[in-house]
């Protein structure tokens, strides 16, 4: 038995009531995040009830207010009556279904890819793209070189410190950076971005990213969790719209719960790819399945928007609407490339008050402290929605925009905490 352990049927175990030394450095930790204004707490949504919701949501993703769509909905429940409500299985195993190949092929045909795969998360599906996509040394002669902005999300990064490859972190969105890393590495490097920051809303920069891929005979991979659905053709994605999607060196991922409202996430890239990741990506082998009923969700989403490709100018024109309210009101703000919105706290516990005083006036907003932002400055984070009238814009950003004045943030970037 391990040292410190508890055998299975010793007290401690059955009750918790014995005191053990093991994990007293994280009380230690809790300290210095309480102290920082770093400390997270988990906050239930309120249930839904009938007539329209106490609090208005601008920090959630449900960026064309499909998750709570009748159709959506209903395929979700007619596919776990039909299929259970899990996968039962690795997607190898028991865990792949009709709808599961039929989203596959409804995605890649609409974001204009050869073929996808699709995973149990977002995250998962970066993390296979990433870690399956470096070329590996046995095979190459040398390591890769995976190039990645430094605001890239958490999952990718992490794809990163998994794969078997060098790794070259470059100034955000900064073609000629990523061409000087990739300059060492000819053929053996792939370029890893969002396509618009999670944190700030901003747009990379792909053509520009994949004219030094070319260059140097790399291979680019874009995250398009927040493209999909708000960028492009009829919300075709951020790597449609730059002229990228099915060319043989794009691979690009999306999640399926942001703008299509479900739970999932998608590789899409050539066939090739796609038959590497079944066999090699290791959070596709030995994860279960998607459930059936996310998948039913996606697939009847992604039918709505090609019905109503005007769902993604909404969502530009209200996030368009909401920064140009709250920078004329004197706030700083990321001029919004898509959906998110992000304007400047003065300080982590700054931050952690104008949300809760947004919350307190009837308005949720999300809120980015460190770690989850590169250069250390919190920030209030708005999701524009394609479902909110210009009464609930006008609504949230006066609330944003009233809570700054009442604490004294207006106009002044570096507040104490
Ligand atoms: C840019 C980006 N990539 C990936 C993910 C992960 O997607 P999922 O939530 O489906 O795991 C997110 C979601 O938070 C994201 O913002």
């Known amino acids: 038995m391990p040292h410190n352990a508890v055998s299975p049927?010793?007290?401690?175990?059955?009750?918790?009531?014995?005191?053990?030394?093991?994990?007293?450095?994280?009380?230690?930790?809790?300290r210095l995040r309480r102290e920082a204004g770093l400390v997270r707490t988990l906050r239930p949504r309120p249930e839904p009830g009938a007539g329209e919701p106490a609090v208005l949501d601008l920090a959630g993703n449900d960026y064309l207010g499909l998750s709570r769509h009748p159709e959506v909905t209903r395929a979700a429940a007619d596919a776990a009556h039909r299929w259970g409500a899990g996968s039962t299985g690795s997607r190898l195993v028991?865990?792949?279904?009709?709808?599961?190949?039929?989203?596959?092929?409804?995605?890649?045909?609409f974001c204009g890819f050869e073929a996808a795969l699709v995973f149990s998360s977002g995250y998962a599906a970066n993390l296979a793209a990433v870690t399956a996509l470096a070329p590996p040394p046995e095979l190459s002669g040398a390591r890769g070189l995976l190039v990645s902005d430094e605001?890239?999300?958490?999952?990718?990064?992490d794809g990163c410190r998994l794969a078997r490859a060098g790794r070259a972190v470059v100034p955000h969105a900064d073609p000629e950076a990523?061409?000087?890393?990739?300059?060492?590495?000819?053929?053996?490097?792939?370029?890893?971005?969002?396509?618009?920051?999670?944190?700030?809303?901003?747009?990379?920069?792909?053509a520009a990213l994949a004219r030094q891929c070319?260059?140097?005979?790399?291979?680019?991979?874009v995250d398009d969790a927040h493209g999909l659905g708000v960028l492009g053709d009829g919300g075709r994605g951020a790597v449609h719209a730059a002229g990228l999607a099915g060319a043989p060196d794009v691979v690009s991922t999306v999640t399926l719960s942001k703008s299509l409202g479900a739970q999932g996430g998608v590789v899409l890239g050539p066939a090739r790819v796609i038959a590497h990741l079944v066999s090699s990506a290791r959070t596709f082998i030995f994860d279960t399945g998607l459930a059936p009923a996310a998948a039913a969700a996606a697939l009847?989403?992604?039918?709505?928007l090609r019905r109503e490709p005007g769902r993604a100018a909404r969502v530009r024109a209200v996030a368009g609407d909401l920064h140009a309210r709250l920078t004329g009101a004197g706030l700083t703000a990321v001029r919004p490339d898509a959906a998110v919105v992000s304007v400047r706290a003065p300080s982590p516990r700054a931050?952690?008050?104008?949300?809760?005083?947004?919350?307190a006036a009837g308005i949720e907003v999300g809120c980015f402290r460190p770690p989850s932002v590169p250069?250390?400055?919190?920030?209030?984070?708005?999701?524009?929605?394609?479902?909110?009238?210009?009464?609930q814009v006008e609504r949230a950003a006066g609330t944003v925009v009233g809570t700054a004045a009442a604490e004294g943030f207006l106009n002044s970037r570096r507040a104490p905490g």
């Open 94 to 109: 028991s865990g792949s279904t009709a709808l599961h190949t039929r989203l596959e092929e409804a995605l890649a045909e």
């Open 375 to 391: 250069d250390g400055v919190s920030r209030l984070r708005l999701t524009a929605r394609a479902d909110l009238t210009d009464a």
């Open 300 to 304: 009847a989403a992604l039918e709505v």
């Open 351 to 359: 931050a952690v008050r104008w949300q809760a005083d947004c919350r």
């Open 178 to 206: 990523a061409g000087k890393a990739l300059a060492a590495h000819p053929g053996r490097g792939l370029v890893v971005t969002d396509s618009v920051f999670s944190v700030d809303g901003d747009a990379a920069p792909l």
């Open 9 to 30: 049927s010793s007290p401690a175990t059955r009750t918790g009531a014995t005191r053990s030394t093991t994990f007293d450095w994280l009380d230690e930790q809790h």
């Open 151 to 157: 605001g890239n999300h958490a999952s990718l990064i």
């Open 214 to 221: 070319r260059r140097h005979g790399a291979g680019l991979l």
